[in-house]
């Protein structure tokens, strides 16, 4: 897996309660592989055994995308940290989604790079546009700096995202089953290789309606996993990604929602929460937007006459009331 994880020596600490006739040692240090009882104010002792060795991380570094004009230096773009793999597609699909780019056939060449400082890190890539296509502003009241936990910090304003799609979301007339957005985020789970070993990584999957996993890309950031999916796409000529269901790891954010219209994908899943502006995006956009995906039970929040037997949801779902959907027994509204 390259620089996707690392390696690292820690200390693993494993602390098991004791009866309280164990003797406590206080103030003594467990050594690598031992065990010690360690007294507490309240009489109660614990036993802690602590054993040092190898562990896996997830690797995180900046990727710097720089834009312009083929012939002439190109300024940098945006800087986000990331997971290094699938570069390439990170970078088209960032320009795509932030509406740089209409299609691949905008891009001259994209390539990376090792960079002004450092010989062979590669966390740069340079996009020449193809003629015709305008160089973006490289404006300091829109920064484009992201970290791995927003895609949207620094910008100016909430309406300096709201970019239009040249995709109708609105008019796919995808349908989905209960039963297989219930099963997606177990198939995105089986296909996250590096999450297995590290358990530090988000996902984002492209499925077909049917439960078919078409594209799976995993990235430290939620947003970067996203983009890796939409480049993906770009470069394969697939836009628009009408009749797909996008599933996300984490929450759904005003910022996934973005992409996924962008993308012209209909249906966007997450196994955690949406924000209210990702509501309100998904309802203008006429994205369905499901939340809270795991185990039987998911709640429609825009977009429900895309869920098979949510029809008769499909008016209130879309002025924000909210629905529940399940294949079993399940709680209420939240999973």
């Keep these: 897996m390259g620089r996707v994880t690392q390696r690292r020596t820690i200390a693993r600490v494993n602390v098991v309660p004791t009866s309280v006739d164990a003797p406590a040692i206080a103030g003594t240090t467990a050594a690598a592989g031992s065990g010690v009882a360690v007294g507490h104010g ?5 036993h802690v055994v602590v054993k040092v060795g190898p ?25 986000t940290m990331r997971t290094p793999g699938d ?23 994209a390539q990376l790079c090792a960079g002004d400082q450092e010989a062979n890190t590669y966390n740069v890539v340079d996009v020449a546009l193809a003629a015709g296509v305008p160089a973006p502003a490289v404006d300091p009241a829109r920064n484009f700096y992201t970290t791995s936990s927003c895609g949207v910090c620094g910008k100016a304003s909430i309406d300096a995202v709201r970019t239009r799609s040249l995709f109708d979301v609105l008019g ?3 349908r989905v089953a209960p039963e297989v957005l219930a099963g997606l985020p177990d198939a995105l789970r089986e296909g996250q290789r590096a999450f297995r070993t590290t358990g530090g990584l988000h996902a984002a999957g492209l499925f077909t309606a049917d439960g078919t996993l078409v594209c799976l890309r995993e990235d430290v950031g939620r947003h970067n996993a996203v983009d890796k999916v939409v480049g993906w796409a770009v470069r394969q000529g697939r836009l628009p990604l009408a009749g797909h269901v996008l599933v996300v790891s ?6 996934l929602c973005q992409k996924a ?8 899943a997450a196994v955690s929460a949406p924000s209210t502006l990702a509501v309100d995006l998904a309802e203008e956009a006429g994205l369905t937007l499901v939340g809270f995906l795991r185990g039987q039970t998911f709640n429609v929040y825009a977009g429900a006459q895309r869920v098979v037997g949510l029809e008769h949801a499909a008016g209130p779902v879309a002025r924000s009331a909210g629905a529940t959907a399940a294949t079993g027994p399940g709680p209420g509204s939240r999973p």
Excluded: K, N
């Excluded at 309240?42 to 614990?46: C, E, F, L, N, P």
């Excluded at 570069?87 to 060449?109: H, K, M, N, P, Y």
């Design 172 to 174: 796919d007339g995808v």
């Design 87 to 109: 570069d390439l597609d990170l970078a088209i699909g960032f320009l795509l989604t932030e509406g740089i780019i209409r299609s691949a056939q905008d891009v001259r060449t």
């Design 261 to 268: 219209w962008m993308a012209g994908i209909p249906v966007l």
């Design 42 to 46: 309240d009489g109660q002792a614990v």
């Design 55 to 79: 562990d896996t991380l997830v690797a995180e570094e900046p990727l710097e995308i720089r834009v312009g004009v083929a012939g002439a230096a190109r300024p940098p773009l945006a800087v």
């Design 250 to 255: 984490g929450r759904a954010s005003f910022e």
